[in-house]
């Protein structure tokens, strides 16, 4: 083939000398607008799976590349005035330059054709004069390619929030370093590496309003250098910072970053009377934020992949290989910008999480991108998270007023104590609110019992009863349970004692009203969809049909409607109380009747409680009041609210952040954060732990305790979210279906056997032995091994 490469950085050159390698007969041309040999730009950082793959790929490049790489395993992170220390993260830095050259020498060697000094105004025309049969794109972040062919690509450009300059250093650091500063504009940070023999990349980034503020954009080029050396100081003893982009006047080389993604990255052109693909690569097709320094790491393995479809799929045609190498790369880059948005966002709101100490501080940085997790830190660094688990048990015990056992080993995030009010929870650990629809006539019965009781024995610290209904027509199904009869409040009393009694678990309460999603069938036999007979009125916040042709429609709630349910409310917030119920829970999310006057998609009210969010939130606001007056001072309630409705127009995260403060200031002690659930229109984002981000978000902005729930359901993520203070408490919906003692069965995997367990714990993990030693001996029939044989194979995974 004839190759034009349009663009000499990393993915130019690395697909050039991939592709010559492949075949020598590949006539290949790399057209570069700088001169030869040089660039502009500081170091690069690789992690050490990069180099393997670059091992893998082409060994005489990575060799010399290997030679020039400056190594380390530490990260510093300096936060009022400490400095946290955690190994084993395994990176290299290079200089940008040299790395360009390695690849520069290499092209050469294979007698790849190298052009300087042309700018390339007209793609077309180039590949016409090299009669192209593939063109490259990889002309950068600004690419003119991807600009003059976006109604194929379709690329979506975020200009993101902080400010940031690329500076160098002679001083040289021994760990990659992150160094947080407050001013009286705001914070900064710097992120500093050393990449060579005697010299390092210095990022210092803000927020672009503390940009602003600090007037660096009115200032000189030598000036703003000079304030971020002042800035600084102490971490560059005595060292200047220095640019590399003397060329730019004033502020001009403080860039906000560009986060890019493009749906395709294949053009076609007819040219020559043939279709030539022009193909983006590296940051002409997609970005990913210098926090995690991946741009280059996807540069070149945008080039390897693409180099490996031609060898596995090229006698296959063009199309192929192209679609191959999209379809595999997307997925690859997809995950890299997800870890790389996520560590981007944290680093734009850094004020959030100024209020925690040091160690916790660290910590989250650490996790940020949630790349990077709990059991990933022991890996790394068994000693750094050692420590860092007996401080965060010290925090914890001494907030609930307990002392620390001793243990041999340190005590798990998870299973630290938590004191709300005057409750306190053994764990981290809440079983969440599931609809089991298997109430008679309102009646929580002996499936309830055995249901709720199992999991209480199982080792959550807390057990939510389901959503429980305060009238007949406030239920989802017949089969929901109520708390708006003294039948109920009995039933309820004889589980909340037998919890009690049994178990060192609480037991929570959730009160709702279905609103426009009631009156429906169990879901076995039609989720959402509408009783065959016996149906009975709804109400929401303004008429609503929850499916459009298909659901009741329920209509708008009157003055005397949230007279009635307000007081409903309340009487089963007493009944609650009387049951001995540990804690309460006020139902705001999911679409059900609070939540359909919250969000804009269901309130089109025009009276006091519709238009702006306050007047949404007045009605909710009004009914948690006054459940708060009658339920016991001592002891907490939380509120469960949609924090994105997943529909444009509907309630985003920030709206969710002012609702918690609303339901702040009117006395609830938790939120508990949820999402969706409110239209059928909804479009959610899923993924692991896909909604901690809402329960971060609040409990650091609002300063408020969170519940962080949803496609939680392993120990590294509970420890993960608790250790860095995302949430105070992780429920865990799901896995708890399947495994009554998944609290139990988690803290046996994670090795924790020392903990002074109460009666249930005991009896709990001893069960779990005797299974396990059944296991084993079965294992031992079937195989002729010994039953330690079995163990020891295990072991050996």
């Known amino acids: 083939m004839n190759i034009l490469c349009i663009g000499g950085g990393p993915a130019g050159l690395y697909f050039s000398l991939l592709m010559k390698k492949q075949n020598p007969a590949h006539q290949i041309t790399i057209v570069e607008r700088n001169r030869a040999y040089d660039t502009f730009g500081w170091g690069v950082v690789f992690s050490d799976q990069t180099l393997g ?73 180039l590949a016409l004069e090299y009669d192209a049969d593939l063109v490259i794109a990889c002309d950068g972040l600004n690419s003119r390619v991807r600009t003059r062919y976006e109604q194929s690509y379709q690329p979506d450009i975020d200009t993101r929030k902080c400010r940031f300059v690329w500076l160098g250093t002679k001083k040289l650091f021994s760990a990659f370093t992150f160094a947080f500063e407050e001013t009286e504009h705001g914070w900064f940070q710097a992120h500093a590496y050393q990449y060579d023999g005697d010299t390092a990349t210095f990022i210092v980034e803000t927020p672009e309003e503390t940009w602003l503020k600090a007037g660096i954009d009115k200032m000189s080029q030598e000036e703003a250098v000079a304030f971020c050396e002042n800035l600084f100081a102490k971490y560059l003893d005595g060292n200047a910072l220095m640019s590399n982009a003397t060329h730019l006047r004033g502020s001009a080389n403080w860039i906000k970053f560009p986060r890019i993604i493009c749906k395709n990255w294949v053009h076609w052109n007819p040219l020559n009377n043939k279709r030539v693909p022009v193909v983006l690569m590296g940051d002409a097709a997609h970005t990913a934020h210098f926090s995690i320094g991946s741009g280059t790491k996807l540069a070149l393995e945008d080039a390897i992949e693409l180099a490996r479809s031609f060898e596995k799929h090229g006698e296959q045609g063009m199309d192929t290989v192209l679609e191959a190498y999209q379809d595999l790369r997307s997925i690859e880059v997809l995950k890299i910008q997800s870890a790389a948005r996520n560590s981007m966002e944290w680093f734009e709101n850094v004020l959030r999480y100024t209020a925690m100490e040091a160690p916790q501080f660290a910590y989250s940085m650490l996790t940020r991108s949630q790349r990077l997790s709990h059991e990933n830190l022991r890996v790394r660094d068994a000693g750094y998270v050692r420590s860092f688990e007996h401080w965060i048990a010290e925090q914890a015990y001494a907030k609930a007023g307990l002392p620390v056992p001793k243990t041999k080993t340190a005590i798990p995030p998870m299973l630290t104590p938590y004191k709300l009010s005057e409750v306190v929870l053994k764990n981290r650990i809440v079983v969440s609110p599931m609809a089991q629809y298997s109430a008679v006539d309102g009646v929580a019965g002996d499936y309830h019992l055995v249901h709720l009781g199992s999991r209480a024995m199982g080792g959550a610290g807390l057990v939510f009863a389901e959503m429980t209904c305060i009238s007949a027509d406030a239920r989802i199904t017949p089969a929901c349970p109520g708390l708006y009869a003294p039948e109920h409040t009995q039933a309820w009393k004889r589980i909340v004692d037998f919890v009690h009694a049994n178990t060192d678990a609480k037991i929570a309460v959730q009160l709702g009203h279905a609103g426009a999603k009631g009156s429906t069938c169990v879901a076995w036999e039609g989720t959402d969809q509408p009783l065959k007979e016996g149906n009975w009125s709804l109400v929401s916040a ?40 540990d804690w309460m829970e006020l139902h705001c999310a999911h679409g059900y009747l609070l939540s359909s006057f919250i969000s804009p998609l269901t309130n089109q009210r025009e009276d006091e409680y519709g238009g702006s969010l306050e007047k949404r939130c007045r009605y909710p606001l009004e009914v948690f009041a006054a459940m708060r007056a009658v339920w016991p001072a001592d002891k907490p309630i939380s509120v469960r609210i949609s924090a994105h409705d997943w529909v444009e127009g509907g309630i985003t995260p920030d709206g969710a952040v002012a609702i918690a403060r609303l339901f702040k200031a009117a006395g609830a002690d938790m939120i508990d954060c949820s999402s969706g659930q409110v239209s059928k229109q909804e479009k959610p984002v899923y993924g692991r732990m896909f909604q901690t981000p809402f329960a971060d978000r609040i409990r650091n902005e609002v300063q408020i305790p969170t519940i962080a729930v949803g496609a ?59 299974n396990l030693e059944r296991e084993r001996q079965v294992a031992a029939a079937s195989t002729g091994l010994t039953p330690q044989q079995v163990a020891a194979k295990l072991l050996e995974g």
Not at 89 to 94: L, R
Not at 563 to 580: H, L, M, N, W
């Open 53 to 125: 793959n670059l091992v893998n790929a082409d060994e005489h490049t990575a060799r010399s590349i290997l030679q020039s790489f400056n190594h380390w395993d530490d990260i510093d992170t300096h936060f009022k005035g400490q400095v946290v220390t955690s190994g084993g993260h395994g990176f290299c830095g290079i200089g940008r330059k040299r790395l360009l050259n390695i690849l520069q020498e290499r092209c050469e060697e294979l007698d790849v054709k190298l052009v300087f000094e042309t700018d390339v105004a007209d793609d077309q025309a």
């Open 712 to 770: 939680i359901f392993e120990a590294d993520h509970a420890n993960s979210i608790i250790a860095a203070g995302r949430a105070d408490l992780c429920a865990i919906a799901r896995p708890h279906l399947a495994d009554p003692a998944w609290t139990l069965h988690e803290a046996a995997k994670l090795g924790f056997n020392d903990m002074p367990w109460p009666k249930q714990y005991v009896a709990g993990k001893m069960q779990l032995e005797r």
């Open 542 to 581: 303004s008429d609503q049909q929850y499916l459009p042709g298909i659901s009741q429609v329920a209509r708008a709630a009157t003055a005397a409607d949230m007279q009635r349910i307000k007081d409903d409310f309340v009487q089963a917030t007493r009944a609650a109380a009387e049951a001995g119920f």
